[in-house]
């Protein structure tokens, strides 16, 4: 099910997601919430469309396979890279079989460019409202995740150690 375990990532997503979740409950800060959640989502979906490569100093680093994307699910208008939708209809069919309810990809289609979109609200003329929606979906697609990971063999000290909630 998992072509290759790319854990920091993992671990990458999940500091993102803890964030969101601590400010969300911050007054004020509800969107940098959004923001946080839509990066912890991205960085997971981008963990299934890796490729591991070992660098000069022969550590093993994680690089986005933008050839894995599905162009058929993609916003024409806008880069595809931060768009949670089209990541998502990109991963395997049984990785998101696996990951998603029918209803989350609505819920991942109407926040697509959160990243891109409410990263700079001073720059843009319209707010967004803030959903802690984006936040619940990151918590339950790391504990997926790290779970899938676990029953496939991996040994990372990180995983292994992780507590999953579902």
């Known amino acids: 099910m998992v ?5 920091w990532m993992v671990e990458e997503s999940f500091k993102y997601y803890l964030a969101s979740c601590h400010l969300g409950a911050t007054k004020g800060l509800e969107y940098v919430s959004c ?4 990066l912890s989502i991205e960085i ?11 660098n000069k100093h022969g550590v093993a680093i994680f690089k986005f396979d933008s050839s894995l994307i599905n162009k058929d699910f993609r916003d024409e208008k806008r880069s595809c890279s931060h768009d949670l939708y089209t990541l998502a209809r990109s991963l395997p069919i049984d990785i998101q079989s696996y990951l998603f309810l029918d209803s989350d990809f609505e819920i991942l289609k109407r926040h697509r460019h959160t990243f891109t979109d409410s990263r700079y609200l001073y720059e843009v003329s319209l707010h967004s409202g803030y959903s802690d929606t984006l936040s619940e979906l990151a918590g339950l697609y790391v504990n997926k995740t790290v ?7 991996c040994d990372d000290l990180w995983i292994s150690k992780f507590e999953t909630k579902y």
Do not use: D
């Not at 923001?35 to 839509?38: E, H, I, L, P």
């Open 44 to 54: 997971l979906f981008k963990s299934y469309l890796c490729k591991k490569e070992i």
């Open 35 to 38: 923001v946080n959640a839509a």
């Open 147 to 153: 779970n899938l990971y676990k029953k496939s063999g």
């Open 3 to 7: 072509k290759e375990f790319a854990p």
